[in-house]
């Protein structure tokens, strides 16, 4: 098959080199790509726009950030395009319900877990819907593992809520901790605590800024999805909202290397 993959970032091109693996041709749409982009994409066929893509493609897989994966189905859609449409962004069921009347009966629903598949038994893509099984058979190699679920059409969005709720929300709650120490003049004192009665909290705190400093920008749109998703199942969603403004703050960090945590401090407390 030829399968399209937009955009292949990090994660999306790992997901396109476990198609290439499974020896499928994938292609992607060059136009406004970074050059870290372009670098990453280059063993797959490139395409000079979104038509092109398109007109040849069988299925498309999105991995975008959260807060353009509305508009990126949309585009495709638009474009006339009938074939299988996997949404793999960190989005609401709500979201994906809506993601999936735009695109019509070739939507699959799709939730990535762990980090871009790089090495075997590290990445999941679970999948829900009619077609999941279908998705799933076009990954027979490479290091994606592609798990397909059972119940609603937006099981996997679901899925991927609950997860990143603690993984990225526990993450959050932690640097805000430091950021409050900090600004009360107690960091020091809260130190010598965590040693003595929550050993690794330090190292951790440390761990946490330099794995979530460079992509708090995305992380700031799943977490207002994920508040979404609790206040839709009747639980509170603002701490996740707070989490949300916490990792928009950060989002200065973007383009430079993993931040250690006194430089992650300031950027959260420079509004204060």
């Known amino acids: 098959m030829r399968i399209g993959v937009l955009h292949p970032g990090e994660m999306g091109v790992s997901v396109a080199q476990a198609l290439a693996d499974s ?65 793999a962004n960190a989005v609401s069921p709500a979201t994906a319900a809506r993601i999936a009347e735009v ?10 877990v762990g980090p871009p598949a790089l090495t075997p038994g ?16 076009w990954f027979g190699a490479g290091a994606l593992t592609v798990v397909r679920m059972a119940g609603d059409l937006t099981a996997a969005s679901a899925l991927k809520m609950a997860y990143a709720a603690y ?11 430091n950021a409050l120490a900090e600004a009360t003049g107690v960091r020091d004192v809260l130190a010598q605590e965590w040693a003595i009665s929550q050993p690794g909290l330090s190292k951790r705190s440390e761990r946490t800024a330099a794995a979530t400093s ?8 799943e977490m207002q999805e994920i ?20 990792y928009e703050r950060m989002a200065g960090l973007k383009d430079l290397p993993a931040a250690e945590l006194e430089l992650v401090l300031q950027h959260l407390l420079e509004d204060l």
Not at 42 to 71: R, Y
């Open 122 to 137: 590290t990445t999941r893509m679970y999948v829900s819907g009619p077609r999941a099984e279908e998705v799933q058979s």
């Open 23 to 87: 020896g499928h041709e994938v292609g992607w749409v060059r136009n406004d790509r970074s050059s870290a982009t372009q670098a990453r994409a280059a063993p797959f066929t490139g395409f000079d726009n979104l038509a092109e893509l398109l007109e040849t493609a069988q299925a498309v897989i999105s991995v975008c950030p959260p807060h353009a994966a509305e508009a990126q189905a949309r585009e495709v859609a638009a474009a006339g395009f009938a074939g299988v449409y996997v949404d």
């Open 214 to 221: 460079r992509k708090a920008w995305r992380f700031a749109g």
């Open 227 to 246: 508040s979404q998703t609790f206040s839709e199942a009747g639980l509170p969603g603002e701490f996740h909202a707070g989490a949300a403004q916490l």
């Open 103 to 112: 695109v019509g009966a070739g939507y699959v629903d799709a939730g990535i």
């Open 167 to 177: 993984t990225k929300g526990s993450s959050a709650l932690l640097l805000a901790v």
